[in-house]
């Protein structure tokens, strides 16, 4: 099921309609509202659907949104995370889950991947359904589906400097000896590099065992070092996602760039979910950072335990 079509038929929970003291609040979208006690939302919502469409809808969607505490952002990466694996949709179980969350606070996604790839695995018009969304670790922002930026690598670093960079990468993996290469290299986003000594064309299976030849020979770490050593001054960081590739992106350019976004919203009570929150982990600094209270999740199961846990605590502006 899509994103897009569950979303037309979900319940969602209502802990802030409870507090509105609305009973039962249908509106556009396709989505209901019902009474319900307790705040701990599961991953099999009860699904009902509702196809009404009129500006008094509208209305009462917003003031359900506009109920939620403000502050709050529940804040995901997405490869497993909210997906089991890189490049792996989200279930509809997932996206009902995310639904009904959206009724109980601001909910975002953080992820290293393009929009268009973000696209394949959440649904086509997910980026409308959030209240913020970044892609490539935020370079590519939008609020309430708005665009608010685009950052560019290529301005960042010049034509000069990219062209040696490239050049430099496809020699190495040019002389690289794996088991198998296959096709695109490098590439090229909007606000980083996208480097896979395999290729991204490669197939499922190819990817998992390169994801295992890489454990055991360190072909990624082994290029990272290379690179650091030969653009000593360039100001890149390294970063490790997912089984076949690393990014590399302006210095600062991480997934906490997104977090000047909250904090021009006010928004200070950030939970941040993640699996690649170890050291050299493409989530370990927005994990980490002061701001942040950061979750390490070992699965899609896993996050929404962990959302459960903080719900069941109440928001620090209430
Ligand atoms: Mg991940």
Same mark, same amino acid.
């Given at each position: 099921m899509s994103l897009t079509s569950n979303r037309s038929s979900t319940t969602l929970g209502a802990a802030i309609a409870t507090g509105l003291g609305v009973a039962a609040v249908a509106f556009a979208g396709g989505w209901l509202l019902r009474g319900r006690k307790g705040s701990k939302l599961t991953s099999t919502t009860t699904i009902a659907t509702t196809t009404a469409s009129s500006p008094v809808s509208l209305v009462e969607r917003k003031v359900v949104l506009a109920?939620?505490?403000?502050?709050r952002i529940f804040l995901f990466d997405v490869d497993?995370?909210?997906?089991?694996?890189?490049?792996k949709p989200t279930t509809p179980e997932m996206n009902a889950f995310l639904d009904e969350l959206r009724s109980k606070a601001l909910v975002g996604i953080v992820g290293g991947s393009d929009l268009v790839k973000q696209k394949e695995q959440l649904g086509e018009h997910f980026v409308s359904h959030m209240d913020y969304v970044f892609s490539e670790n935020g370079l590519v922002a939008f609020k309430n589906g708005i665009s608010l930026a685009n950052q560019s690598i290529a301005a960042f670093l010049g034509e000069t400097k990219l062209k040696a960079f490239i050049r430099f990468v496809l020699h190495y993996i040019a002389d690289l000896d794996i088991p198998v290469k296959r096709g695109t290299f490098i590439e090229f986003r909007a606000g980083m590099l996208n480097i896979s000594p395999i290729g991204r064309n490669c197939s499922q299976s190819e990817r998992d065992d390169f994801g295992r030849y890489d454990l055991e020979h360190n072909i990624r770490p082994t290029m990272i070092e290379a690179l650091k050593r030969q653009f000593?001054?360039? #100001?890149l960081t390294y970063s490790i996602g997912g089984q076949i590739s690393f990014d590399v992106f302006p210095?600062?350019?991480?997934?906490?760039?997104?977090?000047q976004y909250l904090a021009k919203d006010d928004v200070d009570e950030i939970h941040f979910f993640g699996d690649?929150?170890?050291? #050299?982990?493409?989530?370990y600094e927005i994990f980490s950072h002061a701001s942040v209270v950061g979750h390490s999740v070992t699965g899609p199961e896993d996050t929404i335990r962990q959302v459960n846990e903080v719900l069941a605590k109440p928001p620090r502006s209430s």
């Open positions: 109920a939620r505490p403000p502050k497993g995370t909210l997906t089991s694996a890189a490049r000593p001054e360039y #100001g210095n600062g350019w991480d997934k906490t760039y997104c977090l690649k929150t170890m050291k #050299g982990g493409n989530d």
